[in-house]
């Protein structure tokens, strides 16, 4: 590439850096959601200050797209304030509220940091699965559990596996249904005792989980489990 070239590829994403940058201090909400894909692509140091600052903005909107924003760039050192984020919100009501939850859980799942995984959990028992309100919350934190155990965390893997056997069948059934798709860019490396597992699920007196046993059994089978394949033909 020519110098000339190599200077108006700089100069280029320069523009596009700072276009962002003034979107991110000023910009309305919808300019905001816009430029997520954007910033995921450039990843500049600059947008993690501006990034953190939002997070903790007043408006609930914009807290939410810091956290999309977040899991777009991927950055480890984001993990923690999405924490904090998350404990400061928790407890809030409201349509609003739930969008930020949920999308704050889902930012520290994209980030794939496997050592979120005692986090998930601990959420997960101090909120009551009695409470309807919170149920879009529980099922945001076994999604973000299966998105970093899709990236091969095996901390979050063996507690997706312990949660086969939790109390709850809506935690029971999603968890294996979470289990088979961490698995689907490497079918034949499931252990067999999470394989065994998921099969024996079939049997779980609730159907949604049996269902949900079966489906993964099924889903392994088709991208190429052969084990699970054997298993799904005998059932």
């Known amino acids: 590439m020519s110098n000339s070239a190599s200077e108006s590829k700089t100069h280029f994403s320069e523009d596009l850096i700072q276009g962002c940058l003034d979107v991110l201090t000023s910009g309305e909400i919808e300019d905001l959601f816009e430029i997520i894909p954007r ?11 501006p990034l ?3 997070l903790k903005h007043r408006d609930t909107r914009r807290r939410e797209f810091a956290a999309y924003a977040m899991a777009a760039v991927g950055n480890g050192e984001f993990v923690d304030p999405l924490k ?7 407890e809030l009501r409201g349509a609003a509220a739930e969008e930020l939850q949920v999308a704050v859980l889902e930012a520290i799942g994209a980030i794939g940091d496997d050592g979120a995984a005692e986090f998930f ?9 009695e409470r ?28 997706l596996l312990g ?26 490396e499931i252990p067999e005792s ?5 099969y024996q699920l079939r049997e779980d007196p609730d ?11 099924d889903s392994l089978a088709d991208v190429g489990c052969r084990r699970a394949e054997r298993l799904f033909r005998s059932e």
Not at 121 to 129: G, I, K
Not at 163 to 188: F, I, K
Request: aromatic share 4%; hydrophobic share 40%.
């Open 207 to 217: 159907d949604g989980v049996s269902q949900s046993s079966v489906a993964a059994l």
């Open 39 to 49: 910033i995921g692509v450039l990843r500049d140091p600059r947008f993690t200050e």
């Open 194 to 198: 999470t394989l065994q597992r998921i």
């Open 163 to 188: 949660l086969t056997r939790n109390g709850d069948p809506e935690l029971r059934a999603q968890s294996v249904a979470e289990l088979s798709v961490a698995y689907w860019h490497r079918p034949n």
């Open 84 to 90: 904090q984020c998350f404990e400061e919100i928790k």
């Open 132 to 159: 309807r309100a919170k149920a879009r919350m529980r099922r945001g934190v076994v999604e973000a559990m299966g998105a970093v155990a899709q990236q091969g965390g095996e901390r979050a893997l063996d507690a």
């Open 121 to 129: 959990l601990a959420v997960l028992e101090s909120t009551d699965p």
């Open 52 to 54: 953190l600052a939002l």
